[in-house]
């Protein structure tokens, strides 16, 4: 090794900027033979460390969140889920609504992509750098809960307001009682304007007093939720039947769906 090498190798290692120790051969030789600036160069060489930060801690964010499953959006099939537009779901893969602080809710009945949606748009806004959540509805109150046993509710309530997006899936799958209520009220008004919210539920609004013991507090929570939000209204089958009314068509005895 020469001089200049190893004493790069040494300042690499100091900068701890291995990604750009590793690119610098082939990046010296390129802009030798294409006649970059010096300008040019410091760029390429320093922009490779950085995009190789930013993916590394794409993938710290997203084992962070704790999401169920690795979802996309390119693996979403919008052929199948037709009640969404592939426009706005793209649209919402951008991230201007984490920007704008304002929430989604995805409605729908079960297997119809809303947790898919849910985890592939925070997918999208882990690897731009932001920080995500996910939780069900359950867990969500179930950890809400314990902070307000050991008298640090506000505490953490003020901690995920630093979180800019949060997912709470599933609720309505299993009814709140009024103290479970009361915490994801205090969630949602907490974040309300602050900080973004992906909700997923199999129940319309029109049905979410019940889920709520409370017309009034369902009420309430609604309206904070929508204020600033996109809505998509899922519909139709679940996708795990896809394809299964192709065995009743070759004469199969059809899947019976308990
Ligand atoms: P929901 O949360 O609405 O109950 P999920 O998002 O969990 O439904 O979807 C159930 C399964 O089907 C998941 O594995 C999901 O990835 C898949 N899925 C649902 N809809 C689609 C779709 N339109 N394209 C591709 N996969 C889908
Ligand atoms: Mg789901």
């Known amino acids: 090794m020469t001089r200049t090498a190893s004493e790069l190798a040494h300042l690499f290692r100091a900068l701890k900027a291995p990604a750009a120790a590793r690119a610098l051969p082939a990046l010296a030789d390129r802009a030798r033979e294409e006649g970059w600036s010096y300008e040019r160069f410091a760029e390429a060489l320093l922009g490779t460390e950085v995009s190789a930060r930013d993916s590394h801690g ?35 893969g951008q991230l201007d ?19 898919h949606l849910a985890i592939a748009i ?14 069900t509805a359950t867990q ?24 800019p997006l949060i997912v709470v ?7 709140f009682d009024p103290e479970a209520a009361n915490l994801m009220f205090s969630l ?3 974040r309300y304007e602050r900080a973004s919210m992906i909700v997923t539920s199999n129940k319309p609004f029109s049905k979410w007093g019940e889920i709520f013991g409370d017309d009034m507090a369902a009420t309430a929570m609604i309206d904070r939720l929508i204020h600033h939000s996109e809505i998509l209204s899922l519909k139709g089958d679940s996708y795990r039947l896809r394809g299964k009314d192709l065995d009743t068509r070759i004469g199969a005895k059809p899947v019976e769906i308990t």
């Open 188 to 190: 949602v008004s907490n």
């Open 58 to 92: 794409g993938e710290g964010r997203i084992k962070a969140a704790r999401f169920p499953a690795r979802k996309t959006l390119e693996e979403f099939d919008f052929t199948f889920q037709r009640s969404v537009k592939k426009t706005v779901v793209e649209h919402l």
């Open 97 to 115: 609504f984490l920007h704008a602080r304002s929430n989604i809710i995805a409605l729908g009945p079960p297997g119809t992509g809303k947790t």
């Open 122 to 135: 925070s997918i999208r806004a882990c690897l731009a750098g932001q920080r995500v959540q996910f939780a």
């Open 169 to 175: 899936d599933e609720i309505g799958y299993i009814p």
């Open 140 to 163: 969500w109150v179930a950890r809400l809960s314990e902070a307000k046993r050991q008298g640090t509710l506000e505490a953490e309530l003020k901690r995920l307001s630093f979180i």
